[in-house]
């Protein structure tokens, strides 16, 4: 196993100071909003002395004053080489982890002890990275399973180098911050769907199993039991398939959420794929049932991410490919005339949308009613409020990415037009720690980012007469415990 144990230089950390004109309450964010202008995004594009319909803030500066950036930590790597992000949730193991695609593949586990000063602890390399090829290690999660906290970090390398049949490593992170303890203790590998897992998602079942599920290069995603997998026993106990793969030449899935649903008592699968969006009851997980399709959708042939609101009456959804003027579109899962059930087909446009501007297009988000955090690629960290589902509107935004808007190559920036220039540039993914609100996003060339928001001090679904449900798990609890509307 190839491995490197080291510490970094701590971080600068920057703190931009907040002007109170624009100093923005919880209230304010909730209350005050101003729907989108399409047409205004299509004036504002390419102009840098214009002002953003959303925020009223100029566009070309990195960020908004509410929006403070604790900490950055560039990490090596070619260009396009940092993927997901993750971060622990309990405050006495402040540990974040990035995983890296290109070149040294494999996975960074970083120290947020002192949260302006982040300190890399541990690398993981793939053997031979130099012989890996395709698209490498893209995804990563954290569990606790049995007592013992693992790393899982999903990869994809092509048939024309080794390990094609990788799925996932799992590696026990329990003695962190000793980087010296950190051991890799299983793989998930899939001889007969190479490729390996573009997305996975841990998840504490309501019957006390800390469960992984993994998209694979077909219809199915595989569960795993971590507990299980840690033990030696690397076989799915179970595969969710889409639904109808053969109606669509996307057939399988791309990311997927599970969450518990208080008033229903089930768990539930979100999965975005072939079609578009599927809702499962998982509650009975050797035998998954489908419970609606989110299909039909102008614009929209097969889905990329798919995540509910804690209480599942919407859902936020964008395409695959993650294609430039996309924007992210808000479904209500139980639509006018449905009683307040969530019926078996939900078809149309869903009930509002939202773009950071007209030529970009977002990647990965979480939700934190009222709030979702939006790892927007070209666009950087945005911060939207979907408390009218309807009219959702930007609280903030930072620009993570070290080049200029839409930037094609070194020598090659393209024309500011609204159908030329790189969007798969920026911020790649995003995490939320809710016991205190820390922001962390991985930025595809800049690295590491800590940011906080102004007046977001951390979330719990009940604060906001939700259920607490998002994804981050309470692995030590029942799920059907802590998310119950107080």
């Not at 993650?322 to 149309?348: A, C, K």
Request: hydrophobic fraction near 35%.
């Amino acid at each position: 196993m190839a491995k490197l144990v080291f510490s970094g230089q701590p971080a600068r950390s920057v703190r931009p100071v907040l002007s109170s004109l624009y100093a923005l309450t919880l209230a304010t964010l909730v209350a005050g909003s101003t729907a989108s202008s399409a047409s205004s995004q299509v004036m504002c594009f390419g102009d840098p002395t214009c002002v953003q319909p959303e925020t009223g803030y100029a566009v070309g500066q990195p960020g908004t004053p509410n929006i403070e950036v604790v900490s950055h930590v560039p990490l090596p790597g070619q260009r396009f080489s940092h993927a997901d992000i993750e971060i622990e949730q309990e405050m006495d193991r402040p540990f974040a982890y990035i995983a890296q695609r290109h070149g040294a593949s494999g996975f960074y586990a970083i120290s947020l002890e002192d949260e302006e000063h982040p300190e890399v602890l541990y690398r993981y390399v793939v053997d031979d990275p130099d012989l890996h090829l395709g698209s490498g290690c893209v995804d990563i999660k954290y569990a606790k399973a049995a007592g013992r906290y693992y790393v899982i970090v999903s990869c994809e390398f092509s048939q024309a180098g080794p390990d094609s049949d990788l799925g996932a490593m799992v590696f026990d992170v329990t003695g962190l911050p000793d980087g010296s303890t950190v051991r890799k203790v299983a793989e998930l590998r899939v001889p007969l769907l190479p490729g390996g897992f573009h997305n996975i998602f841990t998840y504490r079942h309501s019957n006390g199993r800390s469960l992984l599920i993994a998209t694979t290069k077909e219809k199915d995603a595989y569960v795993y039991d971590i507990a299980q997998v840690a033990a030696g026993v690397t076989d799915p106990v179970s595969a969710i398939s889409v639904p109808n793969p053969t109606a669509t030449s996307y057939q399988t899935w791309h990311d997927v959420y599970l969450g518990f649903l208080p008033d229903a008592g089930q768990d539930r699968f979100y999965g975005a794929g072939g079609g578009g969006f599927h809702v499962y009851d998982v509650t009975d997980v050797e035998n998954p049932s489908l419970i609606t399709s989110v299909t039909g959708i102008p614009g929209v042939s097969d889905g990329h991410t798919f995540t509910p609101t804690p209480d599942g009456r919407y859902a936020i959804g964008m395409p695959v490919p993650t294609y430039q003027h996309s924007p992210i579109r808000f479904f209500d899962l139980r639509p006018e005339g449905s009683e307040g059930q969530t019926p078996n087909i939900v078809r149309g446009s869903g009930v509002g949308a939202w773009i950071a501007k007209f030529g970009g297009a977002t990647h990965n988000h979480e939700i934190r009613w009222p709030y979702v955090f939006v790892s927007a690629q070209d666009d950087g960290l945005q911060i939207i409020n979907m408390a009218d589902p309807s009219r959702p509107f930007t609280v903030g935004y930072y620009h993570t990415r070290g080049t200029p808007a839409l930037f094609a190559g070194e020598g090659a920036l393209q024309a500011g037009t609204a159908t030329t220039g790189n969007i798969y540039n920026g911020a790649w993914g995003v995490d939320i720690r809710n016991a205190d609100g820390l922001i962390v996003v991985s930025d595809f060339n800049t690295g590491f980012w800590a940011f906080r928001l102004e007046g977001f001090q951390g979330w719990n679904g009940n604060d906001w007469n939700m259920p607490n449900i998002s994804s981050a798990q309470h692995w030590d609890q029942s799920p059907d415990q802590p998310q119950q509307i107080r």
